[in-house]
């Protein structure tokens, strides 16, 4: 640091000092360093046990016994690891962990296909293309929200835009095309939305990827004969994946927990075709108002998707130290 | 190997003339450095050469053939970059094996993996062949840059400040290593740097660039002793050439039309004024070990110029110097004839 920047701080700190009242500065005046670090951190640390911490030790407690929300004067019992027993052989809830595992899966793989497409064909340089990536990242803008009232319009069968193209350019009567209430399609409606909605995020990242690649390299790589499909394969790939690795990890988080998309489309339905843990869960604890039970399933869920990131983290690390 | 002819080879970048109307022959198995400030063109001259950039003018011929329009990959080139360029997911052996690997080439494995070792070998990186690339220090990370660029056998090799990032140490076992391997090879390289110790040694020929164009080109002795203009005189020599108006020294004989009077070391003879009748005043002196720097003040004019280790100067001395064989320079910067040689 340069002495008037030095100088300049010391002014302002003898300014705070004079404009402090009387006895506050008294008592911090007796605190160790230490201790006014800690004064200043206190307020965070409060407002993150109590929303965070607190909730989470409190969940895992009523994990263990068969408290319902909805009855907050019923006798409370501790019935041990029942829940957790009851969970794991649940099949109804063994489908929903499918059906989230397919979700996940397809969104990923369109995503990181799609998105990666985008962002080498972006990194072109092509004329207008800081434009048209403004117009991609339009949907990640918008809220979830909104994202599912419009799409629901739009899989209308009688009045919706998508029934009409896919119709228009399918021949299939519009009418037939049941997005949503169709069991085969609407686990893909989904997909659709989330993949139209998260794709430029996933692009974004590996733009990042392939902007962070050195031009010599390629140039390198051109004066060592290597055609653009080797170059692709050899430098670009390889280069880009640490980054294609970290999409990949916010995306599969993200949709492991989706809820907001589903619950606005489908609710879950028709039937429990798109019944994904999220939605279960909210069924279990606020529909059913087995609190105990869904607490327990939260718990599960909560260890399998930071189990599942921690170990493709550790792969990650592998991937980007080589 | 084969030769290289630039023939009035233009290149524009915007609004900038990199390089103008340059000639420049370089022969089978000669090496050759191009010396310049930033942005004399040097660069640009190489990558012309490369095919990374089309000239906008002019032409260029490699061994013979016409290769201005051609792509970088059909020109049999080398190219060392000034950054380690190496491919950093692969290691060391598959970074020389990659030009090697062309599925053009088809060359079998076992073929790939003598050629690497044998280049490896020469510059002296095989020990380290299993490493991950970017587990190297800078000076092996540019042996293998180097070496990627020998695995091929190209006709030409052009080199790109490839010693620029290396500490002074280092620099100077791979000069040594670098010319070694060019005599080996007898290899045509077009080396690019701003380094003059490095052009002094290595170069066959120096090619002097400035603003895009070609000053001067000739051997290292030639372009020191006999340099075309103040420019050139400049960029040659340590501590830099004294420049000073006629008259300040007393010379022998002044060619007409002279305005500039250029001094090296070697150019002045220094002795301690015995008789009152000084030229000029010891200023300091720089200890640099081996030798030192004199820093003499004529009138209001400073002079730099090396003196022995062991000088009975001191500071303060007054002085006689006297000029021996300068160089003198016309009004336009350029040198004046031979005849003061």
């Known amino acids: 640091m340069t002495e008037t920047n030095a100088s300049l701080l010391d002014r302002a700190a003898q300014a705070a000092a004079r404009s402090t009242p009387e006895p506050v500065a008294r008592r911090v005046r007796g605190l160790s360093d230490k201790g006014v670090a800690w004064l200043f951190i206190a307020p965070t640390i409060v407002l993150l046990l109590a929303i965070n911490i607190f909730p989470l030790i409190w969940a895992i407690r009523l994990s263990f016994t068969n408290y319902r929300a909805n009855r907050p004067n019923a006798e409370v019992v501790n019935v041990g690891l029942d829940n957790y027993r009851r969970i794991l052989t649940d099949s109804d809830i063994w489908f929903a962990m499918q059906t989230t595992a397919h979700f996940v899966f397809w969104t990923i793989v369109l995503q990181t296909l799609i998105g990666f497409t985008l962002a080498w064909l972006i990194d072109r340089k092509f004329r207008g293309h800081a434009f048209w990536t403004t117009i991609i990242l339009v949907p990640m803008m918008l809220s979830p929200a909104v994202v599912g009232n419009f799409w629901r319009f739009l899989y209308e069968p009688q009045i919706g835009l998508f029934a009409y193209v896919v119709s228009f350019f399918s021949g299939i009567p519009p009418t037939d095309i049941q997005m949503l209430s169709s069991v085969r399609l609407a686990p893909w409606a989904i997909v659709i939305v989330d993949t139209w909605m998260w794709t430029p995020y996933v692009m974004l990242i590996c733009l990042a990827g392939l902007r962070s690649i050195p031009d010599y390299i390629y140039e390198a790589a051109e004066v060592d004969r290597a055609s653009n499909w080797r170059q692709f394969w050899s430098i670009t790939l390889p280069m880009a994946l640490p980054f294609i690795m970290l999409a990949v990890l916010f995306r599969g988080i993200e949709n492991f927990k989706m809820f907001d998309m589903v619950n606005l489309l489908t609710g879950g339905g028709p039937g429990s075709t798109t019944e994904v843990a999220s939605i279960t869960l909210k069924r279990e604890a606020f529909e059913k108002w087995r609190t105990g039970f869904s607490s327990a399933f939260a718990i599960i869920l909560f260890v399998a998707v930071f189990g599942l990131a921690n170990i493709y983290v550790k792969a990650l690390n592998r991937v980007k130290s080589r | ?341």
Request: charged share 25%.
């Open chain 2, 1 to 341: 190997m084969s030769d290289i002819l630039l023939s009035g080879v233009s290149k524009v970048f915007g609004d900038t003339q990199a390089v103008a109307d340059l000639d420049l022959h370089i022969g089978d198995g000669e090496f050759v450095v191009l010396l310049g400030p930033t942005g004399a063109g040097k660069t640009t001259t190489l990558r012309l050469v490369a095919g990374l950039e089309k000239p906008d003018g002019g032409s260029i011929r490699i061994g013979g053939r016409d290769a201005t329009t051609l792509e970088p990959a059909a020109r049999d080139v080398a190219f060392v970059f000034q950054q380690y360029s190496l491919y950093p997911h692969l290691s060391v052996y598959d970074n020389l094996a990659f030009p090697l690997r062309s599925p053009a080439r088809r060359m079998p494995e076992d073929q790939i993996g003598r050629r690497v070792e044998e280049v490896a070998r020469m510059v002296r990186i095989h020990h380290k062949l299993a490493n991950r690339s970017t587990r190297l220090s800078g000076g092996e990370m540019q042996r293998v840059a180097i070496g990627r660029a020998l695995v091929r056998r190209p006709s030409i090799y052009l080199m790109d400040e490839p010693l620029s990032s290396l500490d002074a140490k280092l620099r100077g076992e791979l000069r040594l290593e670098l010319k070694r391997i060019q005599a080996e090879l007898g290899a045509t390289v077009l080396y690019v740097t701003h380094d003059q110790t490095e052009a002094m040694t290595m170069a066959d020929r120096i090619g002097i660039l400035a603003e895009g164009r070609l000053v001067q080109i000739g051997t290292p002795r030639a372009i020191y002793t006999e340099p075309a203009n103040l420019h050139v005189a400049a960029k040659l020599g340590q501590p830099v050439i004294n420049l000073m108006p006629v008259g300040l020294l007393p010379a022998t004989v002044v060619p007409p039309g002279t305005q500039t009077i250029g001094a090296r070391t070697e150019h002045l003879t220094i002795a301690q004024a015995e008789d009152g009748h000084a030229d000029g005043v010891v200023d300091w002196i720089e200890h640099l070990g081996d030798q030192n720097h004199l820093h003499l003040t004529v009138k209001d004019r400073k002079l730099i110029t090396l003196a022995d280790a062991d000088t009975p100067l001191r500071k303060g001395d007054p002085v006689t110097i006297r000029l021996r064989n300068p160089l003198f320079f016309d009004g336009g910067g350029n040198r004046i004839g031979g005849e003061t040689q």
